[in-house]
């Protein structure tokens, strides 16, 4: 009987898992700009119809010198779009309030988040299949990560 055991996790770690069995596969787009690298990303591309969608932006200096960035509500805006181009969601702030933030060398700093239930906007039920989150900074950087919702 040991040896069915051991044959059964041999053979997983030869054949290892498909990707499709693994529904938590990390996702990210990064954009280089100067000496910093704004990175958004999702922990997984396989969500629920009724999974809360969670997403981060975050910064990191690799220069030798602080950089200032420019925060605020008003300046990050995403939302997630069906294949036909439709908004499903969407987010961002009207507030106008900018603050400086530093970036040290080598720092990364995490400054905007995305936690909501998935949910139609528009009342209707969210249909499983293939989605875009898009994400834009200061309208100059956009983002777009692919995800599944069944």
Known sequence: MRHIFMIAGALIIMNGCSQNSNPISSTS???KSG????TFST???LYGIHDTLNAAFAVYNDGVTTDTI???DGLFRWSLQN??????????GSNNVVERLPIN???RKQIYFINQIIADTSGKAVVP???SLNA????TLSFSLKLSIQ
């Open 35 to 38: 000496t910093l690298q704004y």
């Open 129 to 131: 299949g293939s989605y």
């Open 29 to 31: 787009d990064t954009i």
């Open 105 to 107: 060398p080598g720092q």
């Open 83 to 92: 294949v036909a181009g439709k908004t499903i969601m969407f987010g961002g």
């Open 70 to 72: 420019a925060v605020g």
């Open 43 to 45: 922990p997984k591309a």
């Open 136 to 139: 834009a900074l200061h309208t």
